[in-house]
């Protein structure tokens, strides 16, 4: 496999994630409370938004170089 083909499997996998999950969602620990024996600590959820044009992008990124990959492909062997 050379980089190419290999980009191009990333850059479609990617493109695909991308628009299916619509952005990352990840969770954070925040300052705590502490009451004599008790403790209460706090989880703060946050979401950062991916735009589908980006998946899109990626995706049409990843077909074409396959395409170039594989017509460059065909001219070496002629």
């Known amino acids: 496999m050379n ?3 290999v980009v191009a ?3 479609i996998a990617l493109g695909v994630v991308a628009l299916a999950y619509q952005g990352i969602t990840y969770t954070s620990m925040g300052e705590g409370i502490q009451i ?3 403790h209460m600590a706090t989880e703060r959820t946050r979401h ?3 735009p589908p044009i980006l998946g899109v992008i990626a995706l049409v990124g990843g077909i074409v170089l396959l395409v170039v990959e594989r ?4 001219r070496a062997a002629a």
């Not at 017509?71 to 065909?74: A, E």
């Open 9 to 11: 499997i990333l850059l």
């Open 36 to 38: 004599g024996p008790m």
């Open 71 to 74: 017509k460059g492909s065909g």
């Open 48 to 50: 950062i938004p991916l």
């Open 3 to 5: 980089l190419k083909l």
